[in-house]
């Protein structure tokens, strides 16, 4: 059982920054997947980052040249940088740990979820 725990959402004017955090409980190089998707409302989840144990990273595309996901090791916390937001950014921001299966965008373990509020 890994147990995630999101933070950093907020109310932000388009244009401007913010950095997701999620911390694990359990060591995140043992984690083969970690993951960030959002949810606007009405819309479906949509998966936005994903960074495996190795460090590969992979970003949706409309948000590449914005958004960068990162890890701290030592801290088993993965990061969602979010640069020149947009209101079509706004959703709830979960994060996500251990793939079901390769390339299955199947997660096991799921945070609470953060609100990434940007107002035009």
């Known amino acids: 059982q890994v147990h995630l725990v999101e933070s950093g959402g907020g109310l932000v004017q388009a244009g401007g920054s913010l950095r997701l955090s999620c911390a694990a409980s359990?060591?995140?190089?043992?984690?083969?997947?970690m993951a960030w998707y959002r949810q606007a409302l009405g819309k479906q989840r949509e998966l936005v980052a994903a960074?495996?144990?190795?460090?590969?990273?992979n970003i949706k595309d409309s948000v590449k040249g914005r958004f960068t996901i990162s890890r701290d090791i030592a801290k088993n916390t993965v990061y969602l940088q979010m640069n020149s937001l947009k209101s079509e950014d706004t959703a709830v921001y979960y994060c996500?740990?251990?793939?079901?299966?390769?390339?299955?965008?199947?997660?096991?373990?799921w945070g609470q979820g953060t609100q990434v509020t940007v107002s035009s």
């Open positions: 960074i495996t144990s190795g460090g590969s990273t």
């Open positions: 996500a740990a251990e793939e079901l299966g390769y390339a299955t965008y199947e997660f096991a373990f």
């Open positions: 359990d060591s995140i190089i043992s984690i083969n997947v």
